[in-house]
């Protein structure tokens, strides 16, 4: 299904047609290392096999390596998910595919900077292509 996005950057407004679908959120607010939740928080390597249930997670292998970007705040009784990039087996491989994954399949082994911004998920973080 085709949907207009629409652009508004400072003396430009752009629309684009975008294919994809607003799934449902898996939590209202999310942990950040920045306001924006650009910077990477870690890098963690996969533990065990996960295959993603939907378009908003990504399949994982045992030993990938995962830059993670924010780490969902858990509600009621969600699970606990992450989001992140998936990568081969080298950190330095070249770029992954993002989206959710559980928190408890991951080790984090090197923490770049910590996640203390809390800030809303908004729909396009549940966006599926």
């Known amino acids: 299904m085709a949907r207009l996005l629409l652009l508004f950057l400072p003396g430009l407004v752009a629309v684009c047609a975008v294919h994809g679908i607003f799934m449902d959120r898996l939590a209202s607010r999310k942990l950040c290392a920045d306001d924006e939740c650009v910077y990477t928080i870690s890098l963690a390597r996969a533990q065990e096999d996960y295959s993603a249930p939907d378009c908003r997670f990504i399949n994982v292998k045992k030993g990938q390596w995962i830059y993670v970007y924010s780490k969902l705040v858990k509600e009621n ?35 770049y900077q910590e996640a203390t911004k809390e800030v809303p998920t908004t729909d396009i973080d549940f966006f599926c292509e």
């Open 77 to 111: 009784e969600a699970g606990e998910f992450w989001a992140g990039s998936v990568y081969g087996d080298q950190p330095e491989d070249e770029m992954g595919t993002v989206g959710y994954f559980p928190s408890n399949l991951v080790q984090e082994q090197y923490v």
